[in-house]
């Protein structure tokens, strides 16, 4: 029998078009997006629901919540797995916060496309049948949440853009992709850490969490906007290893008394420093004074991280505790 497989579209370049000259927008349903695959329905039943219409920096976290609860409804109904296609600019987001969320073991796997169906070259159908590939296939089951993109599959924990305009656009950190697709084989050749499946995440609201990007000579002002403006948490994106300038000190820890503060890096690659300096902003500095490590994790998932644990009510050593987990892979 045939595997099925629920195409869930919201919108984004592979769902867009317009008229020459003027801007493209997302207009075009799940329906034209399959017809657009040659022979697909030959290998795999596929389903599709006009889920939500929007270029994806207008999807919210409400817009995602509801997602999961109707992926649950399907897979409950027999479904086999699921694709979401979705713009490229907030994938990486949706995707991670679907992988926080998402509890059940068939695939859901999310895609999207670089160039519209009006150019040269568009990308959109070869992703969307690698995507009902990946996620009709036995061996994506319990892998987590999956990005696949230009043949690669990529899984959310790690999944980031790194391209403006290039088919391209997608890689893992810090590992690389856990797999590809090879004509219509899928293949996956290593398993992302556990599944997350903290008490914190399930019926939880998302919390209001700022990220700020620091930058040489900040002089902290933005961290008392965050503060003033009653924010509930606080990601800094800070220099190197996990430091900041001397006047961001002030602020930081005035903020650690009224929100959970936690400290990336914003230099896109590798992991916080823990042990090294002790200088007035430096990570040793910032810990010792309330201030909570983000690891490995980039500004945008240590962001959805903090706001589904502040918004599932976890206290500030929950959450040290759940970001401790996140870091080294041992997630419960
Ligand atoms: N450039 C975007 C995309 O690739 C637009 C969006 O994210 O909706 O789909």
Redesign the pocket.
């Known amino acids: 029998m045939k595997p099925t497989v629920k195409v869930f579209s919201l ?4 769902a ?1 078009s317009g008229d020459k000259g003027k801007g493209v927008s ?1 207009t075009l349903g799940a329906d034209t997006l399959i017809n657009a695959i040659p022979g697909i329905s030959e290998k795999v039943k596929v389903k599709a629901e006009n889920f939500r219409q ?4 207008h999807i919210t976290f409400d817009d995602i919540q509801e997602l999961v609860k109707a992926i649950n409804k399907d897979i409950d109904l027999g479904v086999d797995g699921v694709v979401v296609t979705h ?5 990486e987001e949706s995707a991670f916060l679907i992988d926080l969320i998402y509890k059940k073991n068939a695939p859901v796997v999310l895609t ?3 160039r519209n169906p009006t150019l040269p070259g568009a990308d959109g159908p070869a992703n969307l049948h690698d995507a009902v590939m990946v996620a009709s296939d036995r061996k994506s089951k319990g892998k987590g949440v999956l990005l696949v993109f230009n043949s690669e599959i990529h899984a959310a924990r790690y999944v980031n853009k790194c391209h403006t305009q290039n088919v391209n656009a997608f890689r893992s950190k810090p590992l690389g992709p856990i797999g590809w697709i090879s004509e219509n084989s899928v293949r996956i050749l290593s398993s992302p850490m556990p599944t997350f499946s903290s008490k914190f995440t399930s019926n939880c609201s998302m919390a209001r969490v700022a990220l700020l990007k620091t930058a040489m000579a900040d002089d902290g002002s933005l961290v008392n906007c965050v503060i003033s403006d009653k924010y509930e948490g606080l990601v800094v994106e800070a220099t190197g290893g996990g430091h900041v300038t001397p006047k961001m000190v002030k602020p930081i820890i005035k903020a650690t008394k009224v929100m959970p503060v936690v400290l990336v890096s914003r230099t896109g690659n590798g992991e916080n420093l823990r042990e090294t300096y002790m200088f007035p902003g430096s990570e040793i500095y910032l810990y010792e004074r309330g201030v909570l490590n983000g690891g490995w994790l980039d500004g945008l998932k240590a962001r959805i991280l903090l706001s589904l644990l502040i918004g599932s009510g976890a206290n500030n050593s929950e959450i040290k505790k759940v970001f401790e987990s996140y870091i080294d892979g041992k997630l419960s």
Request: aromatic share 0%; charged share 5%.
């Open positions: 919108g984004g370049t592979i867009s997302p929007l270029p994806s920096p713009g490229t600019d907030t994938l999207g496309a670089m």
